[in-house]
């Protein structure tokens, strides 16, 4: 299984940034995805997450109205668009798969793309 990001880079604060996860080597929609992130010194924490079947969101507090997390599952890919990007945005993004069924402890991480927000 391989979860592989792109997109992360240098961004002005204002700035917007999409970033994209391409999954391979498992049934993509039968994962829940998220996007998790985590700064220098600090936890990784959930930014995002979407449903095996994209039928439902949910975000962190901080990035709502800002982010928006999407897939594709014909195309094994989610996306993460980032727009209004603040300084404290400035983070490594994880790509995380979840087996949707619960009875079944299957997860799978990316090796995360650096974003950085900065003037």
């Known amino acids: 299984v391989q979860l592989v990001e792109s997109g992360g880079g240098l961004v002005q604060p204002g700035g917007s940034l999409r970033l994209s996860c391409a999954a391979s080597g498992l049934t993509f929609s039968s994962y829940n995805m998220f996007w998790f992130r985590q700064a220098p010194g600090r936890e990784r924490t959930m930014v995002a997450s979407i449903t095996s079947n994209g039928g439902s969101t949910s975000y962190t507090d901080s990035v709502k109205d800002r982010f928006t997390i999407s897939r594709d599952n014909s195309q094994n890919m989610v996306w993460l668009q980032m727009n209004s990007l603040k300084p404290e945005d400035t983070a490594v993004y994880y790509c995380?798969?979840?087996?949707?069924?619960?009875?079944?402890?299957?997860?799978?991480w990316g090796q995360g793309t650096q974003v950085t927000v900065s003037s």
């Open positions: 995380h798969a979840s087996f949707a069924d619960p009875a079944l402890y299957d997860i799978y």
